[in-house]
């Protein structure tokens, strides 16, 4: 789990130093707006807990007609990583 030092606080939500880094600027996921992110934390289509403890959360943005997967830290809350999932299988 991210430490006080590796997470940063809000506005818009906590993320860790790799989402606000490394995740935010590359180009696949440039498009990805962080409000949704925030309502995928809100209201997620589905939620399920990962092996190493973190938890994805899947979001439908109708706007753009893609799932975005989420990706918390184990706290539930803050955000590690933000992508738009092909995979998604309900």
């Known amino acids: 789990?991210?430490?006080?030092?590796?997470?940063?606080?809000?506005?818009p939500f906590w993320r860790t130093r790799y989402f606000a880094m490394e995740v935010m600027v590359r180009p696949d996921r440039r498009?990805?707006?962080?409000a949704?992110?925030?309502r995928a934390l809100a209201r997620p289509a589905r939620k399920q807990r990962q092996r190493d403890g973190r938890?994805?959360?899947?979001?439908?943005?109708?706007?753009?007609?893609r799932r975005l997967r989420v990706v918390t830290?184990?706290?539930?809350e803050t955000v590690h990583n933000a992508f738009w999932d092909r995979n998604f299988e309900p």
């Open 36 to 38: 949704d992110v925030t």
């Open 1 to 11: 789990m991210a430490g006080p030092a590796d997470r940063f606080p809000p506005p």
């Open 31 to 34: 498009g990805i707006d962080l």
């Open 55 to 65: 938890v994805r959360h899947w979001y439908w943005v109708a706007e753009c007609q």
């Open 73 to 76: 830290e184990p706290d539930d």
